[in-house]
């Protein structure tokens, strides 16, 4: 595809439970960023991958927050016995590269995000 | 202490006025970029231009404008000729040259709403 793309869209969940937010980055972009974002507020770093390696987590709220990528593509959030303050939209962005050696006006590029309701 | 502080909850404009939404930041990196974002109703994030710290010039893309005062420390987008279509939530954002864990990820501000009235 074209863009960033994000699954599931939507997402309700009962408190306690374990939910995985997925993003597919835009082919060749090597970094994938996550944000959070609350209803009305600004986006909050979770975390950022450049390839397979998670060079800055510092966001991850708590341990219950965790985030892989494989193959230097598909990215998976998990939030493990999700609480109600975890509802929000998470969004998923990449871009050329990060890092070292990395252009400074390298734009992020966003998926839609996926809507987490904890209920 | 905030890094991109926005002070514009809210703002409203007429259709075909111009407008300046507010950024100010916060950082001691002589190098570092700025950004700003568009996200209307539907929730996509909309990459709108960027400024670099050593930009001898105001960046412009279309319609906006970015004027940039390092010295204040303010990236305050102009947009002109607004119409009904940029009705939507602006973000500012700055990327920090710090060394490699911190490169790359941007900082947001809380956001401004820009309403256009016809």
């Known amino acids: 595809g074209a863009g960033v793309s994000q699954s599931p869209s939507n997402k309700v969940t009962e408190k306690g439970k374990d939910v995985e937010l997925r993003c597919d980055p835009i082919?060749?972009?090597?970094?994938l960023y996550w944000y959070r974002q609350s209803l009305g507020q600004g986006l909050e770093f979770l975390i950022y991958f450049q390839g397979n390696s998670a060079p800055d987590k510092s966001g991850l709220p708590s341990d219950r927050f965790s985030a892989e990528r494989t193959g230097g593509s598909v990215s998976t959030l998990t939030i493990q016995r999700t609480q109600q303050e975890d509802s929000a939209v998470y969004l998923c962005a990449s871009s050329f590269k990060a890092g070292q050696g990395a252009p400074l006006n390298s734009p992020l590029h966003f998926g839609n995000g996926t809507r987490l309701t904890v209920t | 202490a905030q890094k991109i502080t926005q002070t514009q909850p809210g703002m409203f404009v007429q259709e075909k006025e111009a407008v300046t939404l507010d950024c100010t930041y916060d950082t001691s990196d002589p190098s570092y970029g700025l950004f700003w974002y568009k996200q209307p109703s539907s929730g996509e994030m909309i990459f709108l231009i960027y400024?670099?710290?050593?930009?001898?010039q105001n960046a412009t893309e279309g319609r906006y404008s970015l004027n940039f005062q390092k010295a204040r420390k303010s990236a305050n987008l102009v947009i002109s000729a607004s119409q009904l279509g940029d009705s939507a939530m602006y973000f500012c954002?700055?990327?920090?040259?710090?060394?490699?864990?911190?490169?790359?990820?941007?900082?947001f501000g809380q956001g401004t709403i820009l309403t256009v009235h016809p």
């Open positions: 082919s060749g972009h090597t970094a």
């Open positions: 400024q670099g710290s050593y930009d001898q």
């Open positions: 954002a700055m990327r920090e040259m710090t060394g490699g864990t911190s490169y790359g990820k941007l900082t």
